[in-house]
Nanobody, 118 residues
Framework: QVQLVESGGGLVQPGGSLRLSCVAY????????MGWVRQAPGKGLEWVSDINRAGSRTYYADSVKGRFTISRDNAKGTVYLEMNSLKPEDTAVYYC???????????RGQGTQVTVSS
């Protein structure tokens, strides 16, 4: 059974940074691409970033390119999202997901809240 556990969210001021982590259980982590999606209040799910199995190729939405960095540690079964220069419009619940976007709901974690506000 796929289980993805996110952590690292919180309240941060505009311009600040956060690092999200997602630990994976129940599947061969290194066999799958991984990604992050987010959902802002009152809005639909938005793709943020994907990373291939080896961690050698990364992809970003235009809205986060140059500010966010996705990475993974296959030995630890963990994927990360380093978020810098955060903006109020980055406020959302961030979900870790198994596989390439679009992922199904049962391949997403429970999410971690990120709030960017002064």
């Amino acid at each position: 059974q796929v289980q993805l556990v996110e952590s690292g969210g919180g309240l941060v001021q505009p311009g600040g940074s956060l690092r999200l982590s997602c630990v994976a259980y129940g599947f061969a982590f290194s066999d799958y691409a991984m990604g992050w999606v987010r959902q802002a209040p009152g809005k639909g799910l938005e793709w943020v970033s994907d990373i291939n199995r080896a961690g050698s190729r990364t992809y970003y939405a235009d809205s986060v390119k140059g500010r966010f960095t996705i990475s993974r540690d296959n030995a630890k079964g963990t994927v990360y999202l380093e978020m810098n220069s955060l903006k109020p419009e980055d406020t959302a619940v961030y979900y870790c997901a198994k596989g390439w976007y679009p992922q199904t709901e049962n391949n997403r974690g429970q999410g971690t809240q990120v709030t960017v506000s002064s």
